[in-house]
C-alpha cells in the first residue's frame, strides 16, 4: 500500500521525505483527476504539493516514476473496496445458503453477483473522470507517460486472476488458470463498455448491469466451469 511509513524508528527527516513522497502523489492524483494526464509535469505536480520542482528528484528520478506510485494508490482505492464486498458477500450466501433447494440457491447466487457488479459500476462511475483517463492511456500507443497509468487495468485484472484463483483452491475447485484470466478479462472489458455508455447516457446502469449479469452467469458456467459447485449446492 502506498502508506506513509512512519513508525518509532525512523528519524524526523525520513519522516518528512516520506511525507513530502505523499503529498507529490495525492497532488499527482488530484492533478489526473481535475484535467487529465494533458499538460501533467513535474512542475505543477510540485507546486500543488508545495514543494520546489529541483526537490521533485529527491523523491522520483522521472514522472513516470511517480505515476507508479499513483497507480497503486488507484488500485487500492478501487480494487480492496471491491474485493472486501466481494468476500463479505460470499460469506453471507454460504451461511443463509440451503441445503434442500439447490435452484432458490442458484437464485441466490445470481442476486449476489448483480449486487456485486452494481456496487463495481457505482465505484467506476463515481471516479468516472479517473476512469476515462486510465482507459485513455492503456490504449494510447503514443502514451508520454509510457502506459504506465493505464497499466492499472493490468495490474487489476492480475489480482482479481489471483484473488479468485485462491478463492477457488479455498472451496476446493479446480478451475484452469486460463478459465480464470478469459473469465476476468473478458467482464472487465464488457464492464469498461458499459461504463462508457453509462456516462454517455445511451442507457442506465441497471440496464448495463442486468446485460453483464446475465455474460457474467454465461462466463461462470463455461469458463469457469461452476458445476462441481451446483452440485455441491
Not at 460469506?91 to 437464485?107: C, D, F, L, V
Request: overall charge neutral.
Amino acid at each position: 500500500m502506498v502508506k506513509a511509513q512512519n513508525n518509532s524508528s525512523s528519524t524526523p527527516r525520513q519522516i518528512s521525505k516520506e511525507q513530502t513522497r505523499q503529498r507529490l502523489i495525492q497532488s499527482a492524483h488530484k492533478l489526473i483527476l481535475e484535467k487529465g494526464l494533458a499538460g501533467l509535469t513535474m512542475n505543477k505536480i510540485s507546486r500543488k504539493a508545495g514543494i520546489a520542482q529541483p526537490s521533485f528528484y529527491n523523491h522520483y528520478s522521472a514522472l513516470s516514476e511517480l505515476i507508479i506510485d499513483v497507480r497503486k494508490l488507484m488500485a487500492e482505492r478501487y480494487l480492496f473496496p471491491l474485493q472486501n464486498y466481494f468476500v463479505k458477500a460470499v460469506s453471507i450466501w454460504k451461511e443463509q445458503k440451503s441445503t434442500q433447494n439447490p435452484q432458490q440457491n442458484r437464485e441466490a447466487l445470481r442476486a449476489l453477483n448483480e449486487d456485486y457488479l452494481s456496487y463495481n459500476f457505482d465505484i467506476l462511475l463515481r471516479d468516472i473522470n479517473i476512469f476515462k483517463v486510465v482507459l485513455a492511456d492503456y490504449h494510447d500507443q503514443g502514451s508520454p507517460l509510457q502506459n504506465e497509468l493505464g497499466k492499472l487495468i493490468d495490474d487489476i485484472n492480475l489480482a482479481w486472476c489471483e484473488f479468485l484463483s485462491h478463492l477457488a483452491e479455498e472451496n476446493k475447485l479446480a478451475i484452469p488458470q486460463v478459465h480464470i484470466q478469459l473469465y476476468v478479462d473478458s467482464l472487465s472489458a464488457l464492464t469498461h463498455q458499459l461504463v462508457l455508455g453509462c456516462d454517455q447516457s445511451r442507457y442506465t446502469k441497471d440496464q448495463a448491469v442486468l446485460v453483464l449479469t446475465r455474460f457474467s452467469e454465461t462466463l461462470i458456467t463455461e469458463q469457469l466451469s461452476i458445476t462441481s459447485l451446483n452440485s455441491n449446492i
